[in-house]
């Protein structure tokens, strides 16, 4: 019999990813969506797309990390094996605008999930998304699981609380509860307001003619970037171990955001500084500079170690913007004759 996995932030880069590996492993993998006047499940097209993908074990229910008595509802219902927390309001930015929402649904909304798994009688394995920006203000170089943290935005502080949390109930209830530390990861999916997948898109927009300028905050920040799809093998690892654990996964490498324009621009051949302005709007009242994490207890423990490095993901997530581009206009031009 299948094992039942239940991912919540399904529609999401990660949970995508991680949905498209657990089907391919046999799972049958359900998803918590939340109710919306528009279909947001863009990122599961794959899934559906691709007739081996076992899209017939895929299943999405209506639901919010808000909703706590609906969470237990779902829980009893799917009884899962395996239960992945990756949702959240996870733009940095966009904390600082909206502290109470973020914190409702990334540190509260942890909660919720827990209390609803422990009142339920249930034993899965829970992974819970943690965060390199737990971090912020880093107090060694490069960060490992023993790094202190030091929260910089209200993103930051509801991750450490959902992190804590996720230890006090696998101390408190013998929950098999781990944390993965993940550093900033990007791919084809990410959204187009964070600033990796901000640049790509606007490469191949300015390379098409349909853009003229690119407007960003702070260029010198320092983030340790890896391919989401490789890290979402990384979630599942944790849940296979015997004992839980918290586990950091990064690349080990730190680079600017100049050096992504950098590798971006260039690979079509532009130079992104006749096209990059500065807007004080995206600057965040308190800054995080350096991110580099150390991954050297996942790969001991779990055997995983990142294969895409920074400018082979650069130019992945250009090309793939490109084409999204191309696939597009040639969609419109083909409605319109």
Known sequence: MAKKALITGITGQDGSYLAELLLSKGYEVHGIIRRASTFNTGRLNAIYADPHSGQSRLFLHYGDLSDASGLARLLGKINPEEIYNLAA??????????????????????????????????????????????????????????????????????????????????ESYGLHASNGILFNHESPRRGETFVTRKITRAVAHIKAGLQQKLY????????????????????????????????????????????????????????????????????????????????????KQLGWEPKTRFSELAKLMVDADVQLLKDHLEGRIKVAG
């Open 89 to 170: 309001q996870s733009h940095v930015r966009v904390s600082f605008d909206a502290p109470e929402y973020t914190t409702d649904v990334t540190a509260t909304g942890t909660i919720r999930l827990l209390e609803a798994i422990r009142e339920a009688g249930l034993k899965p394995r829970f992974y819970q998304a943690s965060s390199s920006e737990m971090y912020g203000k880093v107090q060694e170089i490069p960060q490992k699981e023993t790094t202190p943290f030091y929260p910089r935005s209200p993103y930051g502080c509801a991750k450490v609380y959902s992190f804590w949390i996720t230890v006090n109930y696998r």
């Open 216 to 299: 960003l905050g702070n260029l010198d920040a320092k983030r340790d970037w890896g391919y989401a799809k490789e890290y979402v093998d990384a979630m599942w690892l944790m849940l296979q171990q015997d004992k839980p654990d918290d586990y950091v996964i990064a690349t080990n490498e730190t680079h600017s955001i100049r050096e992504f324009l950098d590798i971006s621009f260039g690979h079509v051949d532009l130079d992104w500084k006749k096209y990059v302005e500065i807007d004080p709007r995206y600057y965040r009242p308190t800054e995080v500079d350096l991110l580099i994490g150390d991954y050297s207890k996942a790969k």
